[in-house]
């Protein structure tokens, strides 16, 4: 069998079985809608005032997006490598042609294809709930595409390194949650302290979320990268990223071979 042929048939078992586990695909696009009901529709932002919530509704929009390209990654991809180790599922992929990469790869394309559903759904939920005027950019695709890759190694890091399904879990959400109010999502820049400054450059959903606002929110400012235009190199920063992410990811993944 082809590379090809190897990684599509991966794909297709991994997409049959997430739309088998109904509580999985219910909270997938579940949990999204809450937030985007609560701070959106119940909460509201309020520009004129003060607090959190104190800039117009598009602005937020990334942080809406991080919610899936984050967190289902994290915690799908560092179940499944746990729960493939307790089941010795990776000695007996090592008795096929598939190699450590071409299993992440298919992997990253279900998360991408599930993850590109619910953000649709969620920009629908954001221009309906909250008005928010958003300026849908083609280059909303591939910052979505190349998050997940990014966040999909990432898990399979977690997923490797952490005793059981239930460690990857807790880790996935320890990690994801800082990164995900702490990443010039929700708390814009000028309310962190001054010396926290230069530790969200550290995290790649910093990248995300700076790259988004400067591709669908008129109002974002966002410096040039080098006289580049700040979506298009913060995407490219975010891809570097993403391809040191996934080759740790795959390079993590147990070696059974």
Known sequence: MSRLGRVGAETSAGWRSFVRRRTAVFFTFFFPV???VIFGALVRTDPAGGGLFTEPPAYYVPGYL???VLFTPLSRMGS???RHREGSRFEKLATTPLTRAEWLFAQTAVNAAIIGLASLL???LVVVLTGADIAFSPLLVPYVLVGVVC???V???LGSYTDSQDGAVAASNGIGL???FLSETFVSPDLLPGWFGPLVNLSPLTYFARGVRAATYSGAETAAVAGVDPALANLGILAVLAALAFALGARSIPRTD
């Open 34 to 36: 809450i937030l985007i």
């Open 66 to 68: 991080a919610v899936v």
């Open 80 to 82: 499944e490598v746990a």
């Open 155 to 157: 898990g399979a890091m």
């Open 151 to 153: 966040f999909c190694g």
């Open 122 to 124: 969620i920009l629908g």
């Open 178 to 180: 800082p990164l995900l």
